[in-house]
């Protein structure tokens, strides 16, 4: 009988130690617990992240961006957002941006042209906003479910909000072929 | 779980106070975990640092006052030529008054900013005077615009807001020195 009881201890430890230990395997990974907070958003509508506001007025795509004289292609397709950011209380600037395709691929704005809009360099002053349009290259494939990604630390966005905002684009064969020109950023004061 | 114990007593009987013991340490053991946390978030954000009556913050080795705190209208590009604003925009000058080391080494660094009554900060150099000519303010002599005579200094700072914003404070913050506090000269 005493011999019984023991193995029903050993048993129960056993058993509590095995539920231990689903359990942490069925929590979601550190870098999930730890990933940004979304504030999703549509074309048109301001989205409020907790230091930027941030709203994409106009999207397309093009086979190639006019920069100046040069003419910049791709194998993929350029996504062009036109934006309107501001600082929501405290000096602010926007030092990641890209896009998240339908399978979860993320593509970060082209370093083929600077980007000062959302590279961080772009200090912005609360009630202040600017506009300006950003490129992203993506694989044609990808074009026609991105969503757009913009935070305020380029190197880690765990912890803290970021703008998701969802960009219409249907089919990235229809993109057009004739090079599109980039907006540059400009105070909206 | 044993049978009655000598007294007749079962499981639950025996380990009632225990079980009710149990709920006022749950309650003490979430709160202490709270506080902690909250202790740690508090510890993040700096404590303002107020100056004395005569309007004199004597932090960080240094003693510092608020000389001018107004409108900028009389701004100029680095040609000497007048900056036009935008109509929605006002520009504001800040001026310090710095006692400090009489060697310039030994003054700290300053960051400056202004912040509204609203609560908003405002930074300085902003973007939208970037073609203005103005010394850097950072409390240091070398960008005084009077002689530093006698340890003696002045430093200034240009800031933007919307129009219409009326700033309730200076914030001086010594990040060299002391990171968890700032001076805050509350507009009179």
């Known amino acids: ?189 | 779980m044993r049978g009655p114990d000598s007294l007749g007593r079962g499981w639950w009987r025996r380990n009632v106070w225990g079980l009710i013991a149990l709920l006022p340490a749950l309650a003490l053991m979430l709160a202490a975990a709270g506080y902690s946390d909250l202790e740690f978030w508090q510890r993040g954000r700096p404590a303002a640092v107020l100056p004395a009556t005569d309007g004199v913050a004597d932090f960080a080795g240094v003693r510092v006052r608020v000389a001018e705190l107004a409108p900028a209208t009389d701004l100029k590009r680095s040609g000497g030529r007048p900056l036009a604003l935008p109509e929605n925009v006002t520009a504001w000058r800040v001026v310090l008054d710095v006692e400090g080391p009489a060697d310039p080494e030994q003054v700290p660094y300053c960051e400056i900013s202004v912040e509204d009554t609203a609560g908003n900060l405002y930074g300085d150099q902003p973007l939208e005077l970037s073609l203005v000519s103005a010394p850097l303010g950072n409390c240091k002599p070398d960008n005084s615009p009077v002689p530093a005579a006698s340890g003696r200094h002045q430093t200034v700072a240009l800031f933007v807001t919307p129009r219409g914003v009326d700033i309730a404070a200076v914030r001086v913050s010594f990040g060299t020195v002391d990171q968890t506090r700032y001076v805050r000269f509350d507009r009179s």
């Not at chain 1, 036109?82 to 926007?94: Q, Y």
């Not at chain 1, 992203?136 to 380029?154: F, H, K, Q, R, Y």
């Open chain 1, 1 to 189: 009988m005493k011999l019984l009881r023991r193995l029903g201890y050993a048993a129960f430890v056993l058993a509590a130690l095995a539920a231990g230990q689903a359990i942490q395997s069925a929590e979601p990974n550190f870098n999930h617990n730890l990933r940004p907070f979304p504030v999703a958003g549509e074309v048109g509508t301001e989205v409020a992240a907790r230091t930027f506001t941030a709203q994409v007025q106009l999207v397309r795509c093009a086979a190639a961006l006019r920069i100046g004289d040069t003419i910049l292609d791709t194998q993929g397709v350029w996504i062009v957002a036109k934006l309107r950011v501001g600082a929501r209380f405290k000096p602010t600037s926007i030092a990641y941006a890209a896009a998240r395709d339908g399978a979860g691929r993320v593509y970060q704005t082209t370093d083929r042209v600077t980007l000062n809009l959302v590279t961080g360099g772009h200090v912005m002053q609360p009630g202040l906003p600017y506009e300006g349009e950003i490129a992203i290259e993506v694989p044609t494939a990808a074009a026609g479910s991105l969503t757009l990604l913009l935070a305020d630390n380029s190197i880690d966005q765990r912890m803290d909000s970021m703008a998701e905002i969802r960009l219409p684009i249907s089919d990235g064969a229809a993109c057009s072929a004739e090079p599109t020109t980039l907006l540059a950023p400009k105070a909206l004061s």
